[in-house]
C-alpha cells in the first residue's frame, strides 16, 4: 500500500511538477492533513534522480506555500475562532489530545511555538488555525511561521536529495522512525540554545 501511494505521489509530482508540490504544501499547512511531509521528500528524491525538478526551486516554492497555507489557515481560524476549530477536529477526526497539547504549547512558549510546531508530528496541521483561534499577534506569527517554514522545507527537501540514491532505504526507514520527531529533537536543541542566548 505504501509503495502504491508512493508511486501515486511520485506520478502526480512527475505531470504536474512544482504546481504539485505547492499545492499539496498549500493544503497542509492550512489544515487539510495530505502527506505534505512526504510529497517534498519525494520531490528532493526526483530532483537528485531524475531531474524532473531543481532542489533550489523545490525549496523557493515550497516555503512560498507553506507559509501562504499557514497564513490561510491562520485567518480561518481567527474569524472562525474555537466552535470552528471543533468542526475541524470532528471533520477530520483529530484527536482531542492534539489540539490540547498545541494549546499548551502555545501557553508555555508563544510564538516560538509557530517555529517548532513544523516538527513535530500532528502539529503542523494545526498550528496556522490554532494560532487564529489563540489570537496570536498576526506579525510574530508571520516572522515564526516563515523562519519555520523555510527549515522545514529546506531539511526534508535536502534529506530527499541527499537520500536519493538510497530511496529504497529511506522508505524503509520511515516506516520505523517518525521522522518528524526526530527533526522535533533537533529543533528542540535549538530552541534551547537560542532561549539561553537571549536571556544572557
Do not use: C
Amino acid at each position: 500500500m505504501a509503495h502504491n501511494l508512493l508511486q501515486t505521489l511520485r506520478d502526480f509530482l512527475v505531470h504536474y511538477g512544482y504546481w504539485a508540490l505547492a499545492a499539496t504544501l498549500l493544503l497542509e499547512n492550512s489544515g487539510i492533513p495530505v502527506p505534505g511531509e512526504t510529497i517534498l521528500l519525494l520531490a528532493g528524491f526526483l530532483a537528485f534522480s531524475e531531474r524532473h525538478l531543481h532542489l533550489g526551486w523545490i525549496i523557493v516554492v515550497a516555503t512560498v506555500a507553506a507559509t501562504l497555507g499557514d497564513n490561510l489557515g491562520y485567518a480561518i481560524g481567527r474569524r472562525g475562532g474555537r466552535p470552528l476549530l471543533e468542526r475541524y477536529r470532528n471533520f477530520f477526526r483529530i484527536q482531542p489530545d492534539t489540539i490540547a497539547h498545541g494549546e499548551d504549547l502555545f501557553r508555555r512558549y508563544g510564538s516560538p511555538t509557530v517555529f517548532f510546531s513544523r516538527f513535530i508530528f500532528g502539529m503542523r496541521i494545526i498550528a496556522g488555525p490554532l494560532a487564529g483561534v489563540l489570537q496570536m499577534p498576526w506579525r510574530a506569527f508571520v516572522l515564526f511561521n516563515f523562519l519555520g517554514a523555510a527549515l522545514w522545507v529546506t531539511t526534508i527537501a535536502s534529506l530527499g536529495y541527499f537520500f536519493g540514491a538510497h530511496w529504497d532505504y529511506l522508505v524503509h526507514l520511515m516506516k520505523h522512525l517518525n521522522l518528524a520527531a526526530v527533526l522535533a529533537g533537533i529543533a528542540l536543541v535549538f530552541f534551547l540554545w537560542w532561549r539561553r542566548r537571549r536571556n544572557s
